[in-house]
């Protein structure tokens, strides 16, 4: 094989490998082709997406009681953008509220794609939001950022002030580190 | 560049090309050189996954239900490997079990990657299986293939047995076609 | 207008009513010429069926309380095809299982569109059935009859035996007379 | 038969085409002459009504998905006007809200036949409407149109903006085209 | 036997009569001389109260469907002091939040044994009122009167106001009569 | 007034304070006169019961503690006639499942009226009888006894044998000596 | 042994009685040496708490009754630290609200260790607060205390004021007495 | 200070040292001179116990998932002996029953102390333990070991075979190493 094609071969792999790395939740439209509705020879398309792992989920939970110890009793909980629980921890000693507190700023966070501590504002001009099923619109849910949307939401629960609460959430967050890509 | 060193480059960029679209659920694991656990530089992993895209679920749905038309009235729901109820419908005029219980049959097939109509000798053998909260043993749900794990369960209830269930469980489940990659 | 148009006109005015007054849960075909999933010029269709109305619903209530009165304590409940209960009652001094107990029969009654009594025997061949959320293949549910399928069922619970139980959702579905169509 | 007989007859034949073919949810009264409560000779009365049919309402899932292709990740659903869930899919992608949102809208706007995106101001005049189990007065919910009264709702959640949401359903709203009859 | 001591006995026979025949819920303290707490010869004390009869509750589900009928679609429950639910029913095409807010609406009138139309005011007074799991400060709830403290409430739901809802709710109400001693 | 009306009159109340103080859950059949589904001059029927006292019930929750402490870590509920919890208590270091075992036995005493031990006959010959809804046939449930109905269900779990929770409802039980009139 | 030996010796006994005898809930960290996620030689940390005994809690419900009684019917319950229920007990004839106030109130003043009458103007300038899932910021809600966290909450439902139903939560609170060491 | 009375000072600060640190479950008494039941003077008993840390209980879902990694795809949860779930983590491509199924083999596991694979034999004996409510009799749940009585249970699903999830499991209790006193 000469030098020049072998080099295009190795920019198509290098190309191909980079397409399918494509880190973020890009949705795979339908095989070119298809015409969506037609059985004859249509398939199925697929979505890939990212997910937080659970080893990741597990070192959050561990970062966020290592950061309240000996200050509060939290409790925290990582959701995923498709609403499952990836993981969840009740403090010692923390509150009653402070578990479900904790899921449904995670909740909130991961569908906003937003720190709950912003959204405050805007559920002041639309009270009706804060009825979403779910939600909590209290300080202490930030998102797990990722491309083209977040992959997950931090939520924790039970600290005096919910801007503590989502200090604790964001210790939790730095165990992405600078992966989530 | 050496031919042999050119060709083992590309053969690594060829591998990691397969690797990276290996197309199935499988996990990365952590960033080379991460300290699983050591915070400075770590990264926290990600979890690739697959699913059946939305657009698909429904045209599952819709294929269910033509091939019950005029024979039976069944519901169908198709249920993601992570739990999550992708899509559902109630037939015209199912039984009022007909979608509780394509909703379990499809998270049983998900959870054993089976067909549940192969699940019965199993559970017979165990009886203590049946009590899994969620779970039903009855056939009429399938696996959606997927690699490494399937993707999701499709479940249809509410014909007068469970093999037909399954019969219009496959004709969704056709809808996959060559897709699931 | 000529002898004949007007018989032609009566003729096609009696088909209409008869096509209209089609009783029992008839399935709605698309409009004749409406290709599926082509939008230009399609119709959704719609689907028309038949419920036990809300008053004869009470009045089967009262029916089962007047039937019992004096010898049992029993609780009921009228469940639509659909699996909405259109409604129930609990009987004066009746036990704290029987109303969910009569819900859970006249939701398999209404589902397999027979007596609760009569599938035991099919429970015994596939235990596996029992399982399936919300059933109870306990004597004590009934089902309305109706065409092509059942409308609903009725369900009683806290008579010593199931039998007697059915009896008094029997009384119940007498209040459907010749009715139901 | 004389032509005032024929008349007549045709009178009579295209009354009773026009009250049979009464679209929307009619209410038959008690057969006449049955005295309420007397069981001798009494007929039960039905409930005749329409539907949205499950392979329609798949169609508008499936339009719903297709009008946010590309732009917004949201979830739907159909809810009948009995309350049943009729269909509903999790877009891929969408938010961990978005389906029990979607589900309140559509059942808010089979209840009171409005899009939600009216209701606000009459919320804003009554608070404690908010307060009705299973309500969510954010726009994003429409009803599909009936006689006498609406079939169903077809709610939409997960796009930045409620008016974005009611555009999706709407976009599922027009596989009705003409029909809803 | 003396006059005296006659009149005497007939004085605590007189008294022992009105007593026991207190008609409402009367509770009765532990038997004279008993001292709290002690096993030896305690007797455990009982409470006697009265409810809305399971027939009554029926005849009212139908009375208030009777009201309706041909103006308005709703739903109605009657929901005992101790919060069971005696009766419900869902009306012919009556909203899909209609039984939940009848069930409410029942369940605020017997706890505060006012009209929940009553209660709007109240609540103005002190939101947080509207939190309490369960309630539905909304009109459509009355109670159902007893001594000393009212025995159930009546909820109305799915009228287009709530003051028609309670109308229909005091329909039902008059099947009491005189009754409710 | 004379001796022989005196003793007439004493003789009258003496009746009347009998018949006003029978125990058991009598039911007041209508007024006399009172057509069934008339109206006119119909009076509401109440049904007058009797329930263990919370008072009570408390006791009853100590008595179980007490008879338990040093030996087994157990948790007790005391549920009515009607189904709801009049009591309970969880005992310290019980073990998780203690609590909701209780409750179902206690349920399923006070709905056949009979110890759970004695159930577990019945349910060997007709094994569907397990599948009612909140049911326990585990020993550790009885009665407390009434008439012509028993009031409640002591249920106790957390022993190492459920005849030692029976042990212990009893002893919860004897707080009632001769009450429960 | 020498003075000096042995004033150390007691020194040494004195502290680690001291150490041991820390009555709250103070979090033992891991065992000095031990490298957190290392797991060579490492040894989980348990975490100490205290909570109100079980027999405590049934005395609380007991003189709350005795504080209502004759005046108000309510409903009481006792709420660990840990969200669990300790005892609860609904009230003769308290009204069917009653309950899950009581537990919700007691609950909220577990979670923020104070009375909930106190926090009425902490929600009033941040509303969002009374959306936390299973709170209730109406007064009838007192904590446990404990040190360094409360031990529960005592919360009561059902009196026409709150300020009456903390009034019968305090009784209860009495029955600590000097103990909640 | 005398050799004599500085070594009963010694011997009361051991006893005291000793007495206070009893490490498990132990259950304090009243404090003596306490009459039960008296308010005067009584001092409310609390119960001291112990818990897995929530920062071991993070590490025990870390090594359960480490131990899996690369074979089994599994969710765990380990549950406190008070029934609270103190930590899960729902697996990387874990089947959709196996969070519900850990934390019911965590609980069945922590209620009996035994590890469910033990069970098994107990239940065939007795089908009905297999109806406890939140039960699952399927290996694959561990106790953590305490005194007098375990302190939680640890549950691993989604392997293949329970005995393998049972290996993950006991993988995470390797975490308490010496600890749990």
New interface residues.
Partial sequence: MS?KS?AG??LA??T??VL??A?A?A??G??TGAT??S?A???????????????????????V??AA?GTD?VSAAI???????????????????????AI?KA??A????RPTSEM?GV?EG?P???????????AGGVPVPGTP?C?A?IGV??APSGDTDEQYARAGL????????
């Avoid at 249509?42 to 970062?63: C, E, F, I, N």
């Avoid at 991961?110 to 794609?113: E, Q």
């Avoid at 804060?130 to 209290?138: K, M, Q, R, V, Y």
């Avoid at 730095?174 to 890509?181: F, L, V």
């Fill in positions: 030098t072998l071969a190795l792999a290098a191909a490998a399918a790395a880190p939740a949705v795979d339908p095989p969506p509705g059985k020879g249509a398939q199925g398309s697929v979505y890939r997406d990212t997910h937080v792992s659970a080893a990741t989920a597990t070192k959050m939970l561990a970062a009681l290592a110890e009793r959701v995923d953008r498709n609403g499952t629980i990836i993981a969840k921890v009740r403090g010692d000693g923390a509150g009653p509220l402070s578990v479900d507190s449904a909740k909130t991961a569908h906003f794609c405050a559920v639309n009706r939001l804060a009825d979403i099923p779910g939600s909590l619109f209290l949307v992959l939401g629960g039970g730095a165990e992405m580190g600078g992966g989530g890509k």
